[in-house]
């Protein structure tokens, strides 16, 4: 309550600019869009003089708002405007612009429309592409508007945006309580340039969580770590516990991730996951202790592929994002080609709200791997930003289980490739639906590997996936768009007729991508057991090449 009571007593002090003049007026504004008057919106608020403007909303105003929230002053006798932002935890920015107001380019047109009983005039002006018609009124001697735009016309009363959204004045009062609560506030926040404040602003509004930050990934025993930071496989995983605030089910949730080569030339398959540690046996104690910890799959072929599968006491991990490090970004750069600027690192950027169940509110292992035998390896950088939404949803409490992963993230421990899709029974799981489950979908994300001619990473390979023994999915992951990363990919080879090597569309993945997952319907299975197979008509090996497939599957359901 007290900390209430003070970022309410800041609000009315950011609303006491205006001058004390006779006539102070309040206009309440309403949004509407193709017509319709949204229910429940917070009113815009506008208090205006002779002297000053400030724009805020009916919360602000009633001291309901929440963190962060924007109050907007325009001081008349420069036309400055000044942005007062208040963050939460006490933290108040402002910054001030004295060229914003002035360089608006507005045309008047003839038109004419009574308002609230007030002739008013029409201009307009183009914003980013959006034409925006405001109608205004010269009659009660001020100015103002419920942003920015027009506030040096008149008295703006209604703005319209591309002739379908209008924010339109609703009331009009005179000299209320409010009227001589209008300056900025005494002592004044903290003035800061524009950019910054833009950017404290906008990081206010959601939920940053570090997890690597330059850490390397590499293949040495040697290499230091923070101590919160493990490293296992020889260096090629490095993984974290994270604690995850507990949010809304319809909040937005993405894993940023930028790498840039510290001495390895080559494009590798990265992956970041969470490991489940509700079972018995978990991948932790692979990663701790040796890969002969986790279970065994088998399917005829004579090879053993350690800890791909769910078991009764077992889940395997589950992926986040599947990444590919483009060929010796940074570290290659001084490899000169005409007319090429090479980038300085890699950028990935992914939404996992779509398994936000599984951590949601929890402490989890969260890990990342690159296979390289490189000493140098490469060098990651890793967070989750977290874009709370409490809005009510009709989406139920998912249901998300990880139910197999053949990507060999312990391939420098001794896991296994992914190449049981040499026979015709590929990968198979057996899984239990709960009592309840329904509108099943498997989150599948797939990519071939083998690197010659005829490897599956360079042949067009069909996926198909059956449930129970019926086939119910099947696609050929593609990607022709390789040559969009050419530049970060300095080390790329290149051939003689004119190609380099990232430029080659390969299955699924480019040298400095990630792969996104692909959504397959399941349905409402019954509950019970069921099976799921995948099926890759998986390249003959040649000498000492073969063909692999990364391919990982996580069920997601609705309660």
């Excluded at 202790?289 to 009764?312: D, F, H, L």
């Excluded at 051939?495 to 319907?521: A, H, K, M, Q, Y």
Aim: hydrophobic share 35%; aromatic share 10%.
């Amino acid at each position: 309550m007290k900390y209430c009571i003070k970022i309410l007593f800041l609000s009315l002090l950011v609303l006491e600019g205006l001058a004390q003049t006779k006539d102070v007026f309040q206009i309440t504004y309403l949004r509407k869009n193709n017509g319709k008057t949204p229910p429940n919106q917070d009113p815009i608020i506008v208090l205006a003089s002779a002297t000053g403007t400030s724009v805020f909303s009916e919360k602000i105003l009633k001291g309901e708002a929440k963190t962060p929230y924007e109050v907007s002053f325009t001081d008349r006798s420069d036309n400055s405007l000044y942005q007062i932002a208040f963050l939460g935890n006490d933290k108040i920015l402002m910054t001030q612009n004295t060229k914003t107001l002035g360089e608006q380019k507005i045309e008047f047109l003839p038109d004419t429309q009574t308002i609230l009983g007030y002739l008013c005039k029409k201009a307009t002006t183009v914003v980013n592409s959006n034409r925006i018609d405001l109608w205004y009124t010269d009659e009660l001697k001020v100015k103002g508007a419920p942003s920015a735009l027009g506030q040096t016309i008149g008295l703006v009363l209604k703005m319209v945006r591309n002739g379908n959204s209008e924010t339109e004045a609703v009331k009009i009062e005179k000299n209320t309580n409010w009227a001589a609560k209008n300056q900025l506030p005494k002592p004044a926040p903290p003035l800061v340039d524009e950019l910054t404040y833009k950017d404290e602003l906008w990081k206010s509004r959601f939920i940053q969580i570090p997890v690597f930050q330059n850490q390397t990934i590499n293949f040495s025993d040697s290499a230091h770590a923070p101590s919160e930071v493990f490293r296992f496989a020889h260096g090629t995983v490095i993984a974290k516990k994270v604690k995850f605030p507990k949010v809304g089910l319809a909040s937005n949730v993405f894993l940023e991730l930028s790498q840039y080569s510290n001495g390895d030339a080559y494009d590798r398959t990265g992956s970041v996951f969470l490991i489940p540690t509700q079972s018995k046996i978990s991948f932790l104690d692979a990663l701790q202790k040796s890969i002969k910890e986790v279970p065994v799959y088998e399917n005829g072929n004579g090879k053993q592929y350690q800890g791909v599968i769910q078991t009764a006491g077992y889940l395997p991990v589950l992926e986040l994002m599947r990444f590919f490090t483009p060929f010796g970004v940074r570290q290659y750069n001084y490899l000169q080609l005409k007319n090429k600027t090479w980038a300085d690192s890699t950028y990935y950027r992914q939404d996992v709200s779509d398994l936000l169940p599984a951590y949601n509110g929890q402490e989890v292992w969260i890990a990342a791997f690159i296979g390289n035998y490189d000493k140098g390896g490469h060098k990651v950088s890793m967070r989750f930003s977290v874009h709370p939404n409490e809005r009510p949803s009709t989406q139920k409490e998912d249901w998300v289980m990880p139910l197999f992963n053949t990507t060999n993230v312990m391939e420098m421990a001794g896991q296994e490739y992914g190449t049981m899709f040499n026979n015709d029974k590929g990968l198979q799981v057996s899984f239990e639906v709960p009592q309840g489950i329904k509108n099943l979908k498997l989150r599948y994300t797939t990519t071939g590997h083998g690197g010659w001619g005829n490897g599956d990473e360079f042949v067009p390979k069909p996926n198909t996936i059956l449930v129970d023994g019926k086939q119910i999915f099947t696609i050929t992951p593609w990607r022709a768009d390789c040559g969009s990363y050419r530049l970060v990919n300095p080390a790329s080879g290149n051939f003689g007729n004119g190609l380099s090597s990232s430029d080659l569309s390969r299955s699924n993945w480019c040298p400095g991508t990630v792969t996104n997952p692909i959504w397959v319907e399941l349905g409402n299975l019954p509950a019970g057991k069921h099976t799921l197979q995948v099926q890759i008509p998986q390249g003959l090996p040649e000498g000492g090449s073969f063909s692999a497939w990364n391919v990982s599957g996580t069920l997601i359901g609705e309660w």
